[in-house]
């Protein structure tokens, strides 16, 4: 039987796949740029943003954002939370001062059902 995702899981994995994309395309376009020319900070803003990784990027933060707060409220309702509501809401604290805590808040919204 299929998953059925959340519209916070979904825009994220929406999200996370046009980043994915455009970081690839990226990177051909500088592969491409650096055999005829060196790539100066102002070569990569132009590349960044013809690119749309800019773009990109700020809608993965976004859907990033919608998914945590999902997340937090979500969570709220199980048995599991409120038996370590501490240490939980501990994570959600740091979630931006640690980029592995906010990489494993996402991984764990993403097992929500």
Known sequence: MKPIY???QLDYMRAKTKFENKASTLEQKIEMTRKTREITQEVM????LETGFHDAYNELMKSEN???EWSHTTIKHEKTYRENKQPIEQMYQNLNTSPEMRAQIIE???KIR
């Not at 803003?45 to 960044?48: C, N, Q, S, Y």
């Open 66 to 68: 919608e998914l945590i």
């Open 6 to 8: 959340s519209k916070a």
């Open 45 to 48: 803003e132009g590349l960044v």
């Open 108 to 110: 764990l919204a993403m």
